[in-house]
């Protein structure tokens, strides 16, 4: 399997069925381009300053808890965990939308249209 079906099977499940996409070319691209609009404003206007400090009271909630409550100490760093992925898939989204247009060079369908 290429990088480019990878992605596009991981990171847009539901638009793709064993490597085909569901829509036209242009459809996905715009969906692509969306989802990495929406991750970089959201992430750029709130998840950025709110993960800080959800992460920081976390860390203060752990360092206060007693050593010998191990299963409350790892529900806490587990918590972290699945923050931490979150960011990680929202900036996979920011990321990918930005580099649409490298990841598929070919010329959309109406372009073709238009120069013929």
Same mark, same amino acid.
């Given at each position: ?32 381009? +969306? ?8 992430r750029d206007a709130f998840y950025d300053e709110a993960y800080g400090e959800i992460l920081f ?5 752990w360092v206060q808890s007693p050593v010998d409550e191990a299963e409350h100490r790892e529900h806490? +760093? ?14 996979? +989204? ?7 247009? +490298?990841?598929?060079?070919?010329? &959309?369908?109406?372009?073709? &249209?238009?120069?013929?």
């Amino acid at each position: 399997m290429d990088i480019k079906t990878y992605i596009k099977e991981n990171f847009f499940l539901p638009l793709f069925v064993h490597g085909k996409p569901n829509k036209s070319r242009k459809e996905l691209k715009n969906v692509f381009a +969306y989802k990495g609009e929406f991750a970089r404003t959201e992430r750029d206007a709130f998840y950025d300053e709110a993960y800080g400090e959800i992460l920081f009271d976390l860390f203060i909630q752990w360092v206060q808890s007693p050593v010998d409550e191990a299963e409350h100490r790892e529900h806490l +760093y587990r918590q972290a965990l699945a923050l931490g992925s979150v960011k990680e898939k929202m900036i996979n +989204y920011e990321m990918f939308g930005k580099n649409l247009a +490298y990841l598929d060079p070919e010329p &959309e369908e109406d372009e073709e &249209e238009n120069d013929g």
